[in-house]
């Protein structure tokens, strides 16, 4: 710990460091605000959007363009707008020219991401490491920049081949597409082409309509069907404390007990729908950690989870997407983490675990999210109580692993991007690296797809990079491997409602927090070290 923040070095060398991380957070902020404030648009007219709902149309600003007479619609690189044109417009040109447009924003973030590798390489060094990534990786679960790259390779192998067959058949749905319209084909998939493609590959072999799921997912019967799962798998009692006074009269506090013993574990808040000023996303917070006190007793923790589901009315019921579940368990699985932690110190309490570790728990129970078993427990349609049917399930689940090997590919160029950028030994300012053109070519590399000839620089709206994720963007993969590591080898084994497993999981990966290291407490849970089989079974590999 001293060592890394330098605590060993002259002073000279001490003041180099803290001004190499005060311009550090200069430009991260600097990067991040010149993507906020780009508000460039582009304009289509309705035709050019072919394919779109109506709904994308109302209440749109448009205009007359004065060269052609024709209304054009205003089109931003938000994502509201962005995805629905990158996977709905028919037009290949349409989606191009907003693809390009996109790429092509906030040039200036270049030149900060340059000056901010060479400061990252510059501060490694003053502190004794080979490269940044060195130094970012002590103390993560990956350790070095040989295990990640091991991590990567392996996956990368295994991905291609279902990759290839992916995009082949992206690529004969587009020859049949285009070519019924009489256009000259480019036999290959374009980045603007991935989700179009992908949409229609998806209507075409699974047809899931998620309109017509929502309504198996009322949002009272899937709350408490969730806060049932929860209970029953971990062997607590959650229960409502009447008339507490929290920030609004929508939060809801919860006291938890073992079931067993009867005895206190907690609190836990739950604030689930939407209000003005409220942050906007679903999200779980530690409110106080838990820890023991110097007199020897417990201080118990408290935890909140927020959400924004729609309040039902008295004549329409509130109906989630499969998505919204998911998201809602996942950040359930972070709320159990904090409250079932059992650390001495506050330090080390609940999800202040290794970064690459951090989801792997609440990984793992998204999966009870696509378990017919599961989910027919409190899936049942709004109007006719009837449970979800098991083969809408499995449909689903079909739907999920569709390109599942380019999706994953994609998540790996990312990382290797990433840790390329980072794991420079020399500085680059003795060997200039041109990271617009390393971010190009590894993406055609690794991800087969291409981004055309016009000059685009996507790497400058590549948000993580600048905002914590430098050397770190891997452990979105790396925790995924292990959480599917986790479910598969001992609750699809053992049985979801085992409660030996159930047990097992509360005390042994839950319990310790950040007082073991990530891959100590995967060896406890699995009784060996953990491999990436499950992960590619999970995705329909082998
Ligand atoms: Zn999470």
Redesign the pocket.
Known sequence: MYKRVGMQLEKSERDKLKEIKKRLSELSIDFQENIIKDDGVIWFSKNELEGLPDDFFEGRTQKEDKEDGQVKYEVTTKYPDLFPVLRMAKNGETRRRLQVFEAQRCKENVKILEEAVELRFEAAKILGYKSHADFVLENKMAKTVANVEKFEKELRELLEPIAAKELEDMLELKRKDEGAKGANVDDCIYVWDFRYYLRLLKEKLYNVDEEKIKEYFAMENVVSGILSIYQEMLGLKFIQVDNSSGWHKDAQLFEVYNSEDKSFVGHFWMDMHPREGKYTHAA?WSLRPGFERADGSRQYPVSAIVANLSKPTPTRPSLLKHDELVTFF??F??LMHNICSQTKWSRFHGVEVERDF??AP??MLENWCWEPEVLQTFAKHYETNEPIPAEVVTKLVNAKNLGAGLLNLRQIFFGLFDLQLHSLTSSPKVNPIDIVKLYNDLRLQISNVHSGEEETWQVATFGHIMGGYDSGYYGYLWSEVFSADMFYSRFKVEGLKNKKTGYDYKNLVLGPGGSKDGMDILIDFLGREPNNVSFLKSIGIY
């Open positions: 779980c996942h950040e699985g972070h951090v989801e609440s990984q």
